[in-house]
């Protein structure tokens, strides 16, 4: 698929509903897959990704009914599910596979794991090597230093052994899958992150009554004593805050009579891009805040002409909150007074591409500066007269795509962006809800 994006030729207007948050989306289908009782998913994303949960958990035995506009799931617990009769393909989702390796470690059965041509170079030792320490066995394709898929959890001959294990570079998935396992082991798992990551799991499985405590860094499994239940009544999705942030940056640079989107997660483990933006001095409104369940959520404003932005430095934990947004950061970068630098962001190396190379083509392909380093990039920001027509290849990278989509807004003609199809992964509406808001978008 081929991205046409012309030139804003007004501010922005609207409210958009941006669909379910991805990360919590993939959360709430697997865990579900481990509750007795049935589980009510609202406010799920249409995105491929989340597809990829869903049929993987109904592979492994679940059953996914619609109500409504919701989903409802009906598990096997932690010791019904069965073997799956063929390989689970994980698509693009790097977040499946991952969480699924941790998912399956316990397992009286081996399954295999599959993915695109993209999942299928991406690296999986820093999630296998924790795993093997709790005697699980996972094997994959060797190339190099690190280990692809395909890959296959092998049959658990017994309860894993507990770990405690300290993270070496902060990682959602990779805790997330330690926790998992640590289900199934006797005593007590511990993970330890150098830094802040995504909380979701330790919300999401607390509510269903996981035996999990948090203490500072520390996120503890103890089996010790439990009666191995888990059963909740439902989760619903919020907005997903990455998605959002492209439509948060095209009101930003293109200006906007007003913005709005609702139902938007506040969570202070992803509202890492708000930060940037804030110090970066543009301004974006939250309203009606809601706590109701495991996730805070508001509504984003966006008014006024284009904010004047100025750059700013995105390291340390402000790096790792905003990971996902960096490529749409470095858009505002591109319109910012001044040299934005990234650093300590050297996990974009293994996302969809290589996110710090393929940021800096994009932005390169509108006549902007941009330097790659081994763990992030700078950004020479233009932020007088229109960026010049983008040619841009995506690499297959959703939020490459989304991120050029956004800059051809300010650009003085049209651009082109190629291999722009995985946008379905996680926001196939995307086109639609820029053009809603009033950009000319159209797919080829």
């Known amino acids: 698929m081929k991205l046409i994006v012309e030139p804003a030729t007004g501010p922005l207007n609207g409210t958009i509903t941006v669909p379910g948050d991805k ?3 993939h959360r709430a289908l697997l865990f579900s897959l481990l509750s007795q009782t049935p589980v009510r998913v609202l406010g799920l994303g249409d995105g491929a990704d989340n597809g990829r949960s869903a049929k993987a958990i109904t592979a492994l035995g679940a059953k996914v009914a619609k109500d409504g506009a919701a989903i409802v799931i009906t598990g096997t617990g932690l010791d019904g599910m069965t073997a ?12 499946t596979i991952r969480m699924l ?24 030792r ?16 060797g190339t190099g230093v690190d280990i692809i898929p395909p890959l296959t959890v092998g049959l658990a001959s017994g309860p894993l052994a507990a770990l405690d294990y300290t993270l070496p570079m902060a990682s959602a998935q990779v805790k997330t899958a330690i926790l ?14 150098p830094g802040p990551s995504r909380d979701h799991s330790e919300r999401m499985l607390a509510y269903l009554g996981a035996p999990l405590t948090v203490r500072g860094r520390t996120t503890t499994i103890d089996t010790r004593g439990w009666d191995r239940r888990l059963a909740g009544a439902g989760f619903e999705v919020p907005a997903d805050p990455s998605s959002s942030a492209f439509l948060v940056a095209a009101a930003l640079v293109a200006g906007a009579g007003e913005v709005r989107l609702p139902g938007v997660c506040v969570n202070p483990t992803r509202t ?5 933006i804030a110090a970066m001095g543009g301004q974006v409104a939250l309203e009606d805040h809601r706590d109701a369940g495991p996730e805070p959520t508001a509504t984003l404003v966006v008014r006024g002409a284009a904010h004047e932005l100025r750059a700013t430095e995105i390291a340390g934990d402000l790096a790792v909150r905003s990971i996902d947004e960096l490529p749409i950061l470095a858009v505002l970068a591109a319109r910012a007074r001044g040299t934005t630098v990234v650093r300590d962001a050297e996990e974009l190396r293994v996302k969809e591409s290589d996110r710090i190379a393929t940021t800096c083509a994009m932005l390169r392909s509108f006549g902007i500066t941009c330097e790659a380093h081994p763990d992030g990039f700078t950004v020479e920001g233009r932020p007088d007269g229109a960026l010049e027509p983008g040619n841009v290849h995506a690499e297959g990278d959703h939020r490459i795509a989304m991120a050029a989509a956004v800059a051809g807004l300010v650009a003085s003609g049209t651009t082109h962006i190629d291999d722009a199809d995985n946008v379905a992964t996680s926001y196939p509406g995307f086109a639609a809800a820029m053009t809603s808001l009033g950009a000319t978008i159209r797919t080829a």
Do not use: W
């Open 23 to 25: 990360s919590i989306g």
């Open 84 to 95: 799956p009769a063929a390989p689970i393909d994980c698509g693009n989702s790097g977040t």
């Open 101 to 124: 390796c941790g998912l399956l470690a316990g397992q009286r059965f081996a399954t295999t794991l599959v993915g695109d041509e993209s999942l299928s170079k991406r690296p999986m």
């Open 126 to 141: 820093r999630v296998i090597e924790p795993l093997a320490k709790m005697n699980a066995s996972i094997t994959g394709k």
């Open 180 to 193: 998992l396992a640590g289900l199934y082991a006797d005593g007590a798992t511990s993970v330890t992150e």
């Open 272 to 276: 890492g891009f708000l930060d940037a």
